[in-house]
């Protein structure tokens, strides 16, 4: 395997990071039935104090022709370029309590490089344990509350949260990846998929994003 710090760079502020700190982690792509990903990073990184500590290389892992950024058109020039960012954050809560959180696009390749990286930063910000979310359609009622699947190694959520414990095959996203390896080392690793209305899959739900961030509280 190619080595993994070629992925991305470390900030100044990568110093200041303090050891013993949860990783949030939400990326947006293909897993985000009800915006739920979408809006749940941009709220928190929007309502709290944060600095990025680590920055991956889009140019490596992004498929640019799928994933088109956004450009504005102003008559007859060109402005407000967004370019697709995928980041790790130093943030702190409403309490003052600082975590990492990894927000951005979805890789599209280099699973394996992008996982070792990000185990390579758990283990350079001694993370105490990784939290990651992300959503699912499902044939469910939207008058009902949204139900959470919950995997990983963390008994005691799996136990309390988890709705619906299938066996079943299912495609896979970065962070799955990201999750087992974490479980093979021993690390504690928790992922909540919501389970979002099918009918509301392809638009902004608010109440995905709430349960979003219930179960990562």
Do not use: C, K
């Not at 100044?12 to 749940?40: I, M, N, R, W, Y």
């Not at 992300?134 to 699947?149: D, E, F, L, Q, Y």
């Amino acid at each position: 395997m190619r080595d993994a710090s070629e992925l991305y760079r470390l900030t100044p502020d990568a110093a200041s990071v303090p050891e013993g700190l949860h990783l949030v982690a939400g990326l947006t792509g293909f897993a985000d039935a009800g915006g739920a990903v979408g809006q749940f990073t941009e709220y928190l990184l929007g309502t709290m104090n944060h600095v990025v500590v680590a920055e991956f290389d889009a140019d490596l892992l992004l498929d640019y022709r799928s994933r088109r950024p956004i450009i504005y058109f102003d008559e007859d020039h060109l402005t407000d370029y967004q370019p697709p960012a995928l980041r790790v954050h130093l943030a702190r809560d409403e309490l003052g309590q600082p975590f990492l959180m990894l927000a951005g696009f979805e890789p599209d390749f280099r699973w394996e490089q992008f996982s070792q990286a990000l185990l390579d930063l758990v283990d350079r910000f001694g993370v105490a344990s990784t939290t990651w979310v992300h959503s699912i359609p499902m044939p469910v009622p939207h008058t009902r509350p949204i139900g959470v699947t919950v995997s990983g190694n963390r008994e005691e959520l799996t136990s309390a949260m988890s709705v619906w414990r299938p066996h079943t095959q299912v495609p896979a996203n970065a962070l799955h990846l990201v999750e087992y390896r974490l479980a093979e080392q021993g690390r504690p690793t928790v992922g909540f998929i919501l389970l979002i209305p099918h009918y509301l899959a392809d638009t902004e739900y608010p109440a995905a994003a709430i349960s979003a961030l219930e179960s990562v509280s």
